[in-house]
């Protein structure tokens, strides 16, 4: 089976769709995933590596610490606290 053709293949786009529509927050950016949070951390180590003119080595240590950190926060359960949550402790 070609992978465009897979039933998953588009599962992604079609979550992004729903929730602009429904004017909701997109599911990346939910409070719990560590998505958005692994993307920072990674573009930095990007950006860090870039300015001291290490383009290649960049670019390969930002894909394995993104990566690295989004799956060892799934296999470890590590989620960030959401409003209510925060709200609670702060008090």
Do not use: C, K
Request: aromatic content about 6%; cysteine-free; hydrophobic content about 50%.
């Amino acid at each position: 089976m070609d992978a465009g053709n897979a039933p998953w293949a588009h599962y992604g786009h079609r979550r992004v769709i729903r929730d602009i529509l429904l004017q909701r927050v997109l599911a990346v950016f939910r409070s719990g995933t560590l998505y958005a949070s692994s993307a920072l951390l990674a573009s930095g180590v990007l950006v860090l590596l870039e300015r001291i003119g290490m383009p290649n080595i960049a670019l390969a240590t930002s894909v394995v610490v993104g990566t690295g950190l989004t799956l060892l926060a799934r296999e470890r359960g590590w989620r960030l606290p959401n409003s209510e949550e925060a709200a609670g402790t702060a008090a």
